[in-house]
């Protein structure tokens, strides 16, 4: 059973939603904070730590626009979309695009 949200918590996982329904891809903690009308981001990161903390939403270490709503199916916006790995600076990082985007990135970067 998940903790019951503060006011404040459940304001900012329906703003998350609704950024990932509108756009299709989950806000970062910047826009978190603009979207909330925050000045600091720590504020943002905290009350993203929170829901993640609760199980509201999920989210993966070290990358960037990876929260993802607990139960909230996938956007069919990034079905077409395939993942590819790209080495930079000694680690992976999982990127996505898709079509002529990822042969372009392909040729420029690697």
């Not at 998940?2 to 903690?29: H, M, W």
């Not at 993203?48 to 626009?65: A, I, P, S, W």
Request: charged fraction near 30%; proline fraction near 3%.
């Amino acid at each position: 059973m998940k903790k019951p949200l503060t006011n404040r918590q459940a304001e900012t996982l329906q703003l998350i939603k609704g950024f990932i329904d509108q756009k299709g891809y989950a806000p970062s903690v910047t826009e978190v904070a603009d979207l909330l009308k925050l000045k600091s981001r720590s504020t943002a990161h905290s009350l993203v730590k929170q829901l993640v903390n609760k199980g509201y939403l999920e989210k993966t270490d070290f990358e960037v626009r990876t929260l993802r709503v607990v139960g909230q199916e996938d956007s069919n916006a990034l079905s077409h979309m395939k993942p590819y790995v790209k080495k930079t600076c000694g680690y992976y990082r999982r990127m996505w695009s898709c079509g002529k985007s990822l042969r372009a990135l392909k040729n420029d970067n690697m």
